[in-house]
């Protein structure tokens, strides 16, 4: 089967840096994508890593170790509006077309 | 942003009915998807499409049917509707194989009583 975890709730401060963990078991992993909700929205894509190694993109960043079936997402100079719910999913083989595979998600909460 | 509208937006419907949601894309992606969202369970996979009158299964996809005549639209049908249907659906379009990135339409709030 596969599976994804990680936490399911963090909270931070305004300015401070949160690392959110995903450890996953799946079978034909090709790589791990990042999304961000929030509440009452639609998910919106974040970031991709195919490869180890850490993504870069402004604010976020995302990391990923394929030996230790884990990434994690970097979200630096916290802001309020980065209050949400990130989910990471696993691109998984899955017939004719690669599905995404979603953790249960990690809501953030960032205070004053 | 992507070009999705999900209707309706919002419906309250009775045990056994049919219900039938639609997600219109004008991005002309291939591939189309439905997901349902509860608190607990993030987002499930129902069914999905990798081109016109193709289609198969999620992860959840029991109790569910879907199709897809056009490539600008999915539309899943609950045919006789469950209270375990109660959900947020959530309709995805990608231009890829689901590669990088997935884009999600506004979702469907369905409460069935």
């Known amino acids: 089967g596969q599976s994804l975890e990680q936490p399911s709730e963090v909270t931070a401060v305004e300015g401070a840096i949160v690392q959110i963990n995903c450890t996953y078991q799946?079978?034909?992993?090709?790589?791990l994508s990042w999304y961000q909700q929030h509440d009452g929205g639609a998910p919106t894509f974040l970031s991709y890593?195919?490869?180890?190694g850490l993504e870069e993109t402004g604010r976020f960043s995302s990391f990923l170790s394929r030996s230790d079936s884990y990434g994690y997402l970097l979200l630096q100079e916290l802001q309020m509006k980065d209050s949400a719910s990130y989910f990471c999913?696993?691109?998984?083989?899955?017939?004719?077309?690669?599905?995404?595979?979603f953790g249960t998600g990690t809501l953030l909460a960032v205070q004053p | 942003d992507a070009g999705i509208t999900q209707s309706p937006r919002h419906k309250v419907t009775e045990t056994g009915t049919p219900v039938t949601l639609r997600c219109h894309q004008t991005?002309?992606?291939?591939?189309m998807y439905w997901y349902r969202q509860d608190p607990g369970h993030g987002l499930r996979l129902i069914h999905y499409?990798?081109?016109?009158?193709?289609?198969d299964k999620g992860e959840v996809s029991d109790g569910y049917s879907v199709s897809r005549s056009k490539t600008e639209d999915f539309l899943l049908t609950l045919e006789s509707a469950t209270s375990s249907q109660t959900s947020v659906y959530f309709c995805?379009?990608?231009?890829?194989?689901?590669?990088?990135?997935?884009?999600f339409g506004p979702g469907t709030r369905l409460t069935v009583l």
């Open positions: 499409s990798y081109g016109v009158k193709d289609t």
């Open positions: 995805a379009i990608s231009d890829s194989r689901g590669e990088n990135e997935q884009f």
């Open positions: 999913a696993v691109r998984a083989y899955g017939g004719a077309t690669n599905k995404l595979i």
């Open positions: 890593n195919a490869l180890d």
């Open positions: 991005e002309n992606h291939r591939y």
């Open positions: 799946t079978s034909g992993f090709y790589g």
